[in-house]
């Protein structure tokens, strides 16, 4: 590819990243299908143009107005989850923007976006890409972690609840354990009246 035609492509792919990001302010975004979106040649262009971006200026502010187009929770992580997989970075929550950084993590260039989409599509957002992020949320909240103590107790709660809830079962066999009150003969208890027959223990 000649360097003129590089460069013609380089413009078609900022002028879909442009595109793309202004969708946001229309009025009839909400009547769009996100996962057309996603599988568009359009967003496929802009990402082109975004990852070229990050590797050239080292600079990661341009992903959030793309990812924020999407309302729906799975479309942003894994917008997010493809980035950092393929750059080698992390993302987290702040506020409304989600904000990248370098990671210990090695890049993956051989990640393909349009085969990630494929197998997103049909298979939907794959849990294990989750370690790549810290805590980003459809809410605009991170996730943490209870302490120990309050960990101590959800774990004593739900024991609690567990045996609460035996099956019957294990409730019938818990009740054919109870002790049975002692068998007393009538001639020895203490309701017997003066004068009956016998004078005591039964002989």
Not at 36 to 51: G, Y
Not at 87 to 108: A, I
Request: hydrophobic residues 35%.
């Amino acid at each position: 590819m000649s360097l003129i035609d590089r460069e013609a492509e380089q413009n078609f792919e900022r002028q879909c990243y442009t595109k793309i990001c202004t969708m946001k302010d229309h009025w009839m975004l909400a009547f769009i299908d996100e996962r057309k979106v996603i599988a568009s040649d359009m967003l496929a262009h802009a990402m082109r143009f975004l990852v070229h971006h990050c590797e050239n200026h080292r600079e990661y502010s341009k992903a959030s107005p793309l990812i924020k187009l999407f309302k729906v929770r799975d479309h942003k992580l894994f917008l997010a989850y493809w980035l950092c997989d393929h750059l080698g970075l992390k993302c987290f929550q702040d506020g409304d923007e989600v904000r990248f950084k370098h990671s210990s993590s090695p890049p993956n260039p051989e990640v393909s976006f349009k085969d990630a989409v494929a197998r997103f599509l049909k298979l939907g957002l794959q849990p294990k890409t989750a370690s790549k992020t810290t805590g980003v949320t459809d809410s605009g909240s991170t996730t943490k972690r209870l302490p120990r103590s309050q960990r101590k107790k959800g774990k004593a709660s739900l024991g609690a609840a567990a045996s609460e809830s035996l099956s019957p079962s294990a409730a019938a066999k818990t009740s054919r354990k109870k002790s049975k009150p002692p068998h007393i003969d009538m001639l020895d208890a203490w309701g017997r009246l003066p004068g009956s027959y016998g004078t005591g223990k039964r002989r």
